[in-house]
């Protein structure tokens, strides 16, 4: 079975500056995609951002990019120009390309941002 | 539509008797998940059914838990007999058929006392 595993359980970042939740996974498998999901407090989770892994370049949207590194099997999120809004815990998921439709989600990073 | 909506949004239960829940799917979602999120973790994959057909079901749905989807649209989860253990978030997740991306609804709150 894949894990997916966030060592960090809590991150703190200032408004305006940059953070980097880390995610490692383990698998067999070649065709997978891996995701970073946003849940603020109270409010349903939100996809933040996708990565095929067939895909080399690293994926973007806006202030989100992620650093995939398929060998060393990493898959961290990095959160430019930090916002208040940005609070909230972020996991990271994993989906087979393979077998079965689940998303096998991490334990969480809750990340606090101040002022 | 304004996405995957759940109810009840919050339920509080003795242990022993039974609950059912219900999620609305995004109308034009062929896929729907459940999921289960406990306290200080992440969600675990329960079940999920493509149109009305159950596809797979997780190790943890034990045999007190059903799920159904009848017609393809709205599903119900249901607990019969619950235990402590089962108090946790509920989570409904729908996608498209050929699309990767899970939308969530806002999860019940299930407290069994």
């Known amino acids: 079975a894949q894990t997916v595993t966030q060592s960090q359980p809590e991150m703190s970042v200032q408004e305006a500056e940059t953070v980097t939740l880390s995610c490692t996974y383990d698998?067999?498998?070649?065709?997978?995609?891996l995701f970073w999901y946003k849940q603020p407090p109270s409010r349903q989770m939100i996809l933040v951002i996708r990565?095929?892994?067939?895909?080399?370049q690293n994926a973007t949207e806006n202030r989100f990019s992620v650093n995939f590194q398929k060998a060393a099997k990493s898959f961290s999120l990095k959160i430019s120009d930090s916002q208040l809004g940005d609070a909230a815990m972020y996991f990271c998921?994993?989906?087979?390309?393979?077998?079965?439709?689940?998303?096998?989600f991490g334990k969480g990073t809750s990340l606090l941002v101040t002022p | 539509d304004t996405g995957v909506s759940q109810d009840p949004r919050h339920k509080i239960t003795k242990r022993g008797q039974n609950v059912t829940f219900r999620c609305d799917p995004i109308s034009e979602h062929n896929r729907l998940y459940w999921y289960r999120q406990t306290l200080g973790q992440g969600p675990e994959f329960l079940t999920y059914?493509?149109?009305?057909?159950?596809?797979?079901k997780s190790r943890l749905l034990s045999d007190r838990f059903s799920a159904e989807r009848p017609k393809g649209s709205f599903s119900t989860l249901e607990i019969q007999r619950t235990e402590q253990g089962d108090s946790a978030m509920y989570l409904c997740?729908?996608?498209?058929?050929?699309?990767?991306?899970?939308?969530f609804g806002p999860g019940t709150r299930l407290t069994v006392l």
């Open positions: 990565q095929e892994a067939y895909k080399q």
């Open positions: 997740a729908s996608s498209l058929y050929s699309g990767d991306e899970q939308f």
């Open positions: 059914f493509q149109n009305e057909a159950q596809l797979e």
């Open positions: 698998t067999s498998e070649s065709d997978y995609y």
């Open positions: 998921a994993y989906r087979s390309g393979n077998s079965g439709y689940a998303l096998n």
